[in-house]
Nanobody
Framework: QVQLVESGGGLVQAGASLRLSCANS????????MGWFRQAPGKEREFVSA????????YYGDSVKGRFTISRDNARNTVYLQMNSLKPEDTAVYRC??????????????????????WGNGTLVTVSS
């Protein structure tokens, strides 16, 4: 019922912008908190951003704060990641993820590093210097 498909990756130069999209083919999108993660070769998966279902609160990893913006369009069953001022170190496979809304999210006490139950296959972002 939850199938996530990312798109929008590509090869860009440092300083450029890119917008990633993640569409859910299921019917439970409005009940899902969504997130973005990335992983580069030889590195562990890194949290990038998240947006809650309950209040639309947003969260960002330290490495992307001020440059990336997460948003969602519930009518289109899609979450976006607008990436500006891209750096070579942003090069990675970006995957969107989802988890069911929880009271902890509504209260702002949740840990966004855990609880992700659904994952897309990823889209590759390559940033050249």
């Amino acid at each position: 019922q939850v199938q996530l498909v990312e798109s929008g990756g590509g090869l860009v130069q440092a300083g450029a912008s890119l917008r990633l999209s993640c569409a859910n083919s299921g019917r439970t999108f409005r009940s899902l908190t969504m997130g973005w993660f990335r992983q580069a070769p030889g590195k562990e998966r890194e949290f990038v951003s998240a947006i809650t279902s309950s209040r639309g609160s947003t969260y960002y990893g330290d490495s992307v704060k001020g440059r990336f913006t997460i948003s969602r369009d519930n009518a289109r069953n899609t979450v976006y990641l607008q990436m500006n001022s891209l750096k070579p170190e942003d090069t990675a496979v970006y995957r969107c993820a989802a988890q069911r809304a929880t009271p902890a999210q509504a209260m702002g006490t949740w840990n966004y590093h855990y609880g992700w139950d659904y994952w897309g296959n990823g889209t590759l972002v390559t940033v050249s210097s």
